[in-house]
């Protein structure tokens, strides 16, 4: 059932990176949803145990939450879906589409540490996307480019505050799937390891992005530049896994 | 019933001439009641760019040179600038007026409203309700389904959608005019109108400025006191005739760390420039200066220009199926009185028969009624459905002739 959701789920996202369609975006992520249940539903449990597994669900995510807010971005859809085709080529490579053996982890463990950690990750994604267009379209304010106004474009104004709510829904997540894996490893007696401590610094940056914000008003260019290095480490804590996370 | 349009416009007559045929709401709803009153039907366009007239009424020479003396009596001088247009033509001028592609600025979204208010304001029958209905609907289907309307066409409206690009919803914020000429104004309106607030009016002549601030319920401001409001205004508009800036980027860079990040966004319409350009170096602010709104207006109209021809596409269809609806009218006498011949001897054979429908109950008598009404409709229905069809195709007359022929339709209807 899962190979069979795995093959549809792929050619809408396709279609929707390179044809910018509206139904196959929904459809792939409806796919991607029913692949999932799939998953979770086999007797072996979550597959998210696995560096591939994550890799399937964080995607999911991120698309989840771009189609939240596509209809006032849609131009977002141009840097999501592509990479969301690319990733579930990937996680599928890795074995994260399919069943697999079972995680010694619980099925609760898995949604509240996996889950929340991977909801964040996918929550400063879209953060960073945000950002990135504050960038590029702030850019063009300065260089005043006469094409400015020809296509209405969301404002710097609600593009800065879009990524401060993208990072004040995410933090709380992270802390909380993070505090249940810290809790777990220590109860195991076993250390911290290398992307445990990446995930902390990440989190220390995304931190202090909503605390500069609130006490100094850190906002507009520089919010959008810290907001990059934030997600700088998440990508560094996603490459990471295999290596240094999953057994 | 044809339609006749008979008008000038910013294409043909130049503004002191417009400007006498020019008529107000309430005058042009007059003149179309009396081009009406010989039992047509009149609307009065009348706006600062055109007056037109479109008239329906079966005598179209005698429409039109009615229409002629009425714009005449206005200005004698105006016959030479008229223009002159009937039926599929009248029509589709009028689908293009309404999507704003004969105006000065292409897509200029005024004029929608001013042919709905000619609309309700005219005397409309049938065919004059029919036009305007079908052309405001093109109008918009225009500004829905391409951006022809969208990118702004003049500096005062490129300065608006300049701080919408910047702050999002104007509502809320705060700007501050420094001059209290008329160039100030018209930028102030063009904000006010996108819900921002007027909360300062700035300068030399405090006098000045408390006059244009009372209209917008602004608080006046000396020039030597700009720089205190720099801290709470988001949008500086300035268009003074001092011959040095006004204000210098040293003067904004102080009152950016009251800012706390906000943007600011400064627009120069003065010439010599009042603002230094080194402020548009600072983090956080943006300043536009005339050349540049006008740089970014001839860009956007080459943009509305390209959007033109989709809108032609758009005008050309709909103009088409009017033109059809308009062309099945000459065919509906003779579908009517081929409806009405049917009906005559089915009722008359009824009438025959009544002495074997005597026998007949109340239900009985009604069932023979509904299935020879049914007969008639049947038989009917392909004929009504090939003569409109051929009407749209041109061909109406010739088969609305045949079907008098064939049927013996009565002469008195030709």
């Known amino acids: 059932m899962a190979e069979l959701l795995f093959w549809p789920t792929l050619l809408f996202y396709g279609e929707a990176a390179v044809g910018y369609l509206g139904y196959a975006r929904r459809a792939g992520a409806a796919g991607r949803a029913a692949l999932l249940i799939v998953q979770a539903a086999r007797e072996d449990g979550f597959p998210w145990g696995t560096w591939a597994g994550s890799l399937n669900l964080f995607v999911w995510f991120v ?8 209809k006032p971005y849609r131009l977002l859809g ?10 579930l080529v990937v996680a599928r490579a890795g074995g994260g589409t399919g069943v697999g053996s079972r995680s010694h982890y619980s099925n609760l463990f898995l949604v509240l540490h996996v889950g929340l950690v991977l909801a964040a990750f996918a929550g400063f994604t879209l953060a960073a996307a945000v950002s990135a267009f504050y960038i590029w379209q702030e850019r063009r304010l300065k260089r005043r480019e006469v094409t400015i106004l020809r296509r209405q474009a969301p404002s710097l104004a609600t593009l800065d505050r879009l990524a401060s709510r993208a990072v004040a829904f995410s933090l709380p997540a992270l802390t909380l799937g993070l505090a249940v894996g810290i809790a777990r490893l220590l109860g195991d007696g076993e250390r911290i390891d290398a992307v445990i401590a990446a995930t902390l610094v990440t989190w220390l940056v995304w931190a202090a992005y909503l605390v500069l914000r609130a006490t100094r008003g850190l906002s507009g260019r520089r919010a959008a530049y810290v907001a990059l290095a934030g997600f700088a480490l998440v990508i560094v804590v ?10 | ?31 179309a009641k009396r081009l009406a009153a010989t039992g047509g039907e009149a609307v009065c366009l009348s706006t600062c760019n055109r007056t037109e007239l479109y008239v329906a009424a ?8 009615a229409a002629v003396a009425a714009l005449a009596e206005l200005e004698p001088d105006v016959e030479p600038a008229l223009y002159r247009l009937r039926d599929h033509a009248a029509a589709l001028h009028l689908f293009r007026v309404a999507a704003g592609l004969d105006s000065l600025v292409p897509g200029e979204g005024e004029i929608l409203g001013q042919v709905r208010a000619a609309h309700e304001a005219g005397t409309t029958g049938a065919l004059l309700d029919r036009v305007f209905r079908q052309a405001l609907h093109a109008g918009r289907k225009v500004r829905a389904q391409t951006a022809i309307g969208e990118a702004p066409a003049s500096v005062s409206s490129a300065a608006g959608a300049l701080a919408e690009q910047v702050f999002g919803d104007l509502d809320g914020c705060s700007i501050l005019l420094v001059g209290a000429g008329k160039i100030s104004e018209q930028a102030a309106r063009s904000l006010l109108s996108r819900r921002a607030k007027i909360a300062f009016v700035a300068n030399r002549t405090l006098d000045h400025a408390a006059g244009l601030a009372a209209r917008f319920g602004a608080e006046p401001l000396p020039l030597d006191r700009l720089d205190e409001q720099l801290a709470t205004t988001d949008v500086v508009v300035s268009s003074t005739s001092a011959p040095g800036y006004v204000l210098d980027a040293a003067t904004v860079e102080r009152a950016l760390r009251a800012r706390r990040g906000r943007q600011l966004l400064l627009i120069d319409l003065a010439v010599p420039r009042d603002l230094d350009p080194a402020i548009h170096d600072l983090d956080g602010c943006y300043l536009y200066d005339i050349d540049d709104l006008q740089a970014i207006v001839s860009e956007t109209l080459v943009g509305r220009r390209g959007e033109a021809e989709r809108a032609e596409a758009i005008v050309a269809a709909e103009s088409e199926k ?4 308009q062309a099945s009218l000459d065919v509906v006498p003779a579908i009517m009185s081929l409806r009405a011949r049917a009906e005559e001897i089915r009722e008359s054979e009824l009438r025959k028969a009544e002495g074997l429908l005597g026998r007949l109950d109340d239900s009985q008598r009604k069932a023979v ?8 409709n049947k038989l009917l229905h392909l004929p009504t459905v090939r003569m409109k069809q051929a009407a749209a195709a041109a061909d109406g007359v010739i088969y609305a002739e045949a079907v008098r022929h064939l049927f013996g339709l009565g002469e008195d209807e030709r």
């Open chain 2, 369 to 376: 009624e509904a299935i020879t009404a049914q007969i008639v």
């Open chain 1, 63 to 70: 698309v989840t939450v771009y189609l939240g807010v596509r």
């Open chain 2, 322 to 325: 009017f033109r059809e609806w």
């Open chain 1, 238 to 247: 996603r490459l990471a896994l295999p290596a240094a996370h999953f057994s």
């Open chain 2, 58 to 65: 079966p005598d179209v020479d005698a429409a039109e040179r």
């Open chain 2, 1 to 31: 019933m044809r339609l006749v349009l008979v008008g000038t416009s910013h294409h043909h007559a130049p503004v002191e001439l417009r400007e006498r045929v020019a008529l107000g709401h309430d005058a042009a709803a007059e003149l």
């Open chain 1, 78 to 87: 141009l840097a999501v879906m592509p990479l969301a085709a690319a990733l």
